[in-house]
T-cell receptor, first 118, second 113 residues
Framework: EAGVVQSPRYKIIEKKQPVAFWCNPISGHNTLYWYLQNLGQGPELLIR????????DSQLPKDRFSAERLKGVDSTLKIQPAELGDSAVYLC????????????????FGEGSRLTVL | AQSVTQPDIHITVSEGASLELRCNYSYGATPYLFWYVQSPGQGLQLLLKYFSGDTLVQGIKGFEAEFKRSQSSFNLRKPSVHWSDAAEYFCAVGARGTDKLIFGTGTRLQVFP
């Protein structure tokens, strides 16, 4: 079974440029998460989707960050414009989800997209 | 509000030595508790989880953790560390009925031969 797939793995851009990250979750997983991981820190939730609905986006900086999950499968996370402080790893994760009756709480993570803003 | 504290930022052990990584949580009820491991450049992998029942849980790679309600702790242990265990370890707490996890800041484990 394929795991969570993210791309690109690495991205280097100059500040004020836009950037987008893509995530393909495990097949059948209803819940999708985007986490931000700064160097030396634990992951922090940016946004959580139940199918195509964003059910928790309280930590997403909406002035420059946006996300979508069309058709409830793949998701993209966009930053426009990027700032120096956005340099971090962006992790995507998926789970079967509470709505599916699978309240296991187990998240499956992709390898992450490492962003460097110069 | 839920929170997780991992008091040790960095731990160094010799290969073959025993290991204990500390985790304390704050939550109003009995939480779901998790330990994840992250190797350099990789995503997080679940080591073990506690939902209910036996407070000593076994995980992959020979790890175990013990839930102690009185101490609000969920410490991770391994009797004999291997060089391949060098990684970052994250404790996480989840609220029952949700899919939301709160992670600690992590403990970096170094293993010397």
């Amino acid at each position: 079974e394929a795991g969570v797939v993210q791309s690109p793995r690495y991205k280097i851009i100059e500040k004020k440029q836009p950037v987008a990250f893509w995530c393909n979750p495990i097949s059948g997983h209803n819940t999708l998460y985007w986490y931000l991981q700064n160097l030396g820190q634990g992951p922090e939730l940016l946004i959580r989707y139940e199918n195509e609905e964003a059910v928790d986006d309280s930590q997403l900086p909406k002035d420059r960050f946006s996300a979508e999950r069309l058709k409830g499968v793949d998701s993209t996370l966009k930053i426009q414009p990027a700032e120096l402080g956005d340099s971090a790893v962006y992790l995507c994760a998926s789970s079967l989800g509470v709505l599916a009756g699978a309240n296991t709480g187990e998240l499956f993570f992709g390898e992450g997209s490492r962003l460097t803003v110069l | 509000a839920q929170s997780v504290t991992q008091p040790d930022i960095h731990i160094t052990v010799s290969e073959g030595a025993s290991l204990e990584l500390r985790c304390n949580y704050s939550y109003g009820a009995t939480p779901y508790l998790f330990w994840y491991v992250q190797s350099p450049g990789q995503g997080l992998q679940l080591l073990l989880k506690y939902f209910s029942g036996d407070t000593l849980v076994q995980g992959i790679k020979g790890f175990e953790a013990e839930f102690k309600r009185s101490q609000s702790s969920f410490n991770l242990r391994k009797p004999s560390v291997h060089w391949s265990d060098a990684a970052e370890y994250f404790c996480a707490v989840g609220a029952r009925g949700t899919d939301k996890l709160i992670f600690g800041t992590g403990t970096r484990l170094q293993v010397f031969p």
